[in-house]
């Protein structure tokens, strides 16, 4: 199980980011992030939702053990980005045009 605080720790100082800055991003008072950790308590659903944002990632992604899987590149983000303006006929051809392309 992970440790929620230390993985926004970890991720905070992996891009550099001070935690005023991380409270920027997120949108969340810097004063609650500095309580989280001085009092040792877990963000809100929806703070954790702010953060996950913030550092561009899915609520998955974030709670993701394996941290391969909790980080996406540019191109992966844009083509999820794209992916979201689709219609469900559009989808389905994409998916059909990606299986059919040999990638072994």
């Known amino acids: 199980m992970i440790d929620i ?6 991720l905070q100082e992996s891009r550099g980011w001070t935690e005023y ?6 949108e969340i008072p810097q004063s609650t992030i500095s309580s989280w950790r001085r009092k040792k308590m877990l963000p809100s659903l929806l703070s954790l939702e702010k ?5 561009d990632m899915t609520m998955a992604q974030f ?13 992966q983000r844009k083509l999820l980005d794209r992916w979201e303006l689709l219609s469900a006929v559009q989808k389905k051809a994409f998916l059909e ?6 990638c072994r």
């Open 5 to 10: 605080l230390e993985r926004i720790e970890k």
């Open 21 to 26: 800055q991380l409270a920027l991003r997120a």
């Open 97 to 102: 045009l990606m299986e059919s392309v040999n």
């Open 63 to 75: 709670l993701a053990e394996d941290s391969a899987m909790a980080e996406i590149t540019p191109d």
């Open 51 to 55: 953060i996950c944002n913030a550092f």
